[in-house]
């Protein structure tokens, strides 16, 4: 294998492969990131067997000559190393060379390092996915759409299932879902063209945080495409594989309330900050807790207390509420979170008691339901 | 105690002052933060007991009225707790009071904090500080010679001293000079109006990178007024005093080499990216070693190698290489240290022999210099 490359667009290829590689990996191999050399240009694979990434560099790229191909080939080199050294390599042309005993040379300048390459041959092999279930949608609908639930997963392992998102294709809609039992978030998103079967499927919540980071904004379409055991996103250039989470997902169906006693809208960002001030002092405590209370005047109060460290009460004006009076105490953390979902607008949230799970949607539509299990403070 | 202050002017002097406050104290009043309020203005008071940081705010500035005095007082309160409210309060409008039993309470837009402050008379006073030694320093001469030899310093406590950076006035001549006993580096400064007695201190190296972020870039005077035991260092509207540390500082002068059998001269910078990139090999052993080999036509190579994961080698055309052929080996962490202390320029290092310690001067004067211990490699 022997190719020039130019340096810039080598980086931009491993920056996105190398957030598939764990140093915490126990099979020595995937330490290292695969290349594979052929006429039409070069692809890169890394992967810690959860999450596979492997991205194409085109060989010519609108008429321009990104890499110069003398030999093609294979190899895998230690990942972090081979990443380091192209970053502070002096000059933007590097050559890189393979021969016996997967000796590895990297040429730059004056500089030239020599490296124990691996046989590519021990390397996994790319899952293998059939277009089973294969439908597609605009990249940046599909990062707010993981944006929007993935932070409600739950980071115990007690129950593996809930580390992930279900989605399910039902009744032309997708939905996305994700709870770790104390608060629920769930989006739906209408798209053309989804697979006629119903399906649905459990994605790792940290398999979709790290797609958000490879996939760039953009209204170019992703393609998913899903196997019992894979899930496969692909986008011009990359294809990123995860695998599923195994179990039945618990229907959540009833969790959700269907009657509401207090119906309270506002802004969503003014009630965001107020409940991040509040969260100063609820976080010395061990819960978190701030409490919620509805005044006269369409007024409401956000307080929270420590007894160590002291008291902080705000007053929010409303935009209506409508029912009856209420006072309920909630995590913090778990309503910024569900407030940064709505991105600022305004929002409604509708009680049922202040014992009672409580949800938020938008004024302008349903797709997000955001849900949160109140605590008990008395 | 009842004012009302900017806020952004308030998180100005904070900022300054939280560099001396130390989650990890063992003085339960040292985690809070001292406010005095007299008619000229607040003082706010940070310390670890090593460092000590007080800001002035002025109560009208440039015409402009800072901070509306209501009722003077002091007050302890707890530091990151009150720095982290004003940072989120609703508007840039703070008013701050203090009432019985030391509840303060902190007042913007519709929020209200209420904290439970602390006695400011159990808060230990500033260090009482004689004008003995007193001498200034422009800020931006005293910042840049700091950051030429804190790097020195040991950061073992098997022999304190060394973990201070030694401070002499002789001969009309300020040298600061830190060693770890691997590695030296001096800086030599020509003051005007230095103290006419001789005297040495030795300054804690955290100390001085604490002050090296308080102090901006300017060609202000800072003010240095120095006792047996403490250091001041004064400037409009911060004073921040360290302890000194106790011992004798050894004597280093003959550790530096007089004669020399090999000279080379070239760009710091190129020299300085090279061992970058080779100590990326060196890192991976735990010696960070890289070797310095001359060879024929003023060109000299750098190189390292890992029995596990390969070799690097660099050539760099240097201006001059005057004497002896040379082959040394070295910390890469060492070297890239000292280099940076020449910020670039052109540069001369001066080696005895492959197991003497060798030095780094710039060409253009000999105010640096930076000595490094060769590693024995065979």
Redesign the interface.
Known sequence: MKFEIKRDRLLDGLNDVMKAVSSKTTIPILTGIKFDLTTAGLYITGSDSDITIQTFIKAEENGEQVINIFENGTIVV?AR?FN??IR???TNAVEIEVNGQN??HIRS????????GLDASDYPLLPDIQDDHQFSIPADLLKSTIRETVFAVSTSESRPVLTGVHWQVKSGELECLATDSHRLARRKVTLQQLPEEEFKVVIPGKSLIELNKVIADSSQPVHIMMTQQQVLFKTEGILFYSRLLEGNYPDTSRLIPSDYNTTITLDGKALL??I??AS??AR?ERNNIVQLTSLGGNIIEISSSSP?????????QATSIEGEEMKISFSAKYMMDALKAFGGHDIKIQFTGAMRPFILNSVHDKAILQLIVPVRTY
Chains 1, 2 share one sequence.
């Open positions: 230690q190393m380091e050294i502070k390599l002096p000796r590895t300048g004056k500089s030239e390092f020599h490296l124990i900050q107020a991040d001030r100063l002092l010395e160590e460290v002291g008291q902080v009460e705000e007053e929010i």
